[in-house]
């Protein structure tokens, strides 16, 4: 069965990265008939906090991304030990003794030189007597894993490809801190494994990571996932964006954006498929492939995410929107002003519109005097905006805007808006009479 997972930190809140990590892996889950599971990577005990936790699953729920299990890695400390013992019986990982002040100068100096700055091993070169004398000193080591740098690493990338590192150019890399608590790549291992994650998209920024971690799948017996690496957003300016990592959910929720809209966008950019409204996830499932996806930086742009939005919320039944409506907004109504809607909250726009107080117009009044007569004449029942109109243009001779647009200013206080024909039956008979006569 396919399985995958989204694994954030709850070190902070979600941002649109995570969102769009979370939503492909989601997606592809679904697509398979598999399992999407969502793991919280706690190990970090001092910045990890509950709020953000809770922040985590609420911002996922509002998204439409239900899970089908969830587990938390500071629960998981008894596996990880069992197999950091098998790694260290197998001389996969060795404790390592150097202060960061001291690591920092040895890349100092190897920068200084031209030379990458690869971990030397060091550690490696110590003997049983000068290990037990830095630790009767105090000293508690960091432990990193020994890369097979004789085993070239390559994986093919269900997005970019063919993907080739030389462990020789790579640092042995740290997954233990000196206190015992676990850094982020063994643990995201091993928990694949217990997991049986078969499939893993998250960012390019992660292609190093998966190279050493391949080979910790390897030491531990078991094969690699297929990984997908998917480029990562740019603003709409076309550069990196800082900002893209300080929206989330709260601030696509404060402009009005649906989760409909949100998943539309996330899903297609970066890919060739065309960014289309979809309200429902039913199409995105379907379409969700690997292959469409590009290796250029995927452009987010909110001005486009608006306009998805108000696409979607043109879709938008009554059930699905009645509780955030004004109170005596019924679906006429919400039918009758949905096609001029971006954000759902703007019907509460038009609903003032329709109950007023309406601002009483300061010109053509003889015209809309005559304007009232005829709306105190005319049949409500069946369609008074064109009895309304056909009666004026008999009358007065008048056609165009010259016809419409004072009865539409004199009921509505605005130049557009709403069809007038559909607009008109819910300001009803009385308040269309007072506002012509004022």
Known sequence: MTVTRFAPSPTGRLHVGNLRAALGNWLYARREGGRFLLRLDDTDAE??????????????GWLGLTNDGEERQS???ALYEVRFAELRAAGRVYPAYETPQELELKRKVLLGRGL?????????????????????????PHWRFRLDRDAPISWDDLIRGLQRFDPATMSDPVVRRANGSWLYLLPSVIDDIDMRVTHVLRGEDHVSNTAAQAQMFAALGSPL??????????GAEGKLSKRLGALGVDHFREQGIEPGALRSLLARIGTSLPVEPFAGTDELIATFAFDTFGRAPARFDEAELA???????????????????????????????????????????????????????????????????????????????????????????????????????????LDHGPDMAVLLPLIGRTRAIERLSA
């Open 47 to 60: 910045r990890s906090e509950e709020r953000f936790v809770e922040s985590i699953r609420a911002d996922l």
């Open 225 to 234: 996932p297929a990984f997908a690496h998917e480029a990562l957003l740019t």
């Open 75 to 77: 629960a998981r400390g």
């Open 307 to 413: 306009h998805v939005n108000a696409r979607v919320v043109h879709q938008l039944a009554f059930a699905e929107v009645a509780t955030r409506l004004p109170e005596g907004m019924d679906e006429t109504a919400w039918l009758a002003v949905r096609p001029n809607l971006i954000t759902v909250a703007e019907a509460a726009d038009w609903w003032r519109v329709v109950t007023g107080p309406v601002a009483p117009p300061t010109e053509d009044r003889d015209y809309l005097a005559q304007a009232a007569a005829a709306a105190a004449a005319i049949d409500w029942a069946a369609d008074p905006w064109h009895a309304l109109t056909d009666r004026l243009k008999r009358d007065t001779g008048r056609k165009g805007r010259a016809l419409f647009l004072p009865l539409r200013r004199a009921l509505t206080g």
């Open 116 to 140: 990458p700055p690869v971990y030397d091993r060091a550690a490696l070169a110590l003997s049983d007597a000068e290990r037990a004398r830095l630790e009767a000193d105090g000293v508690r």
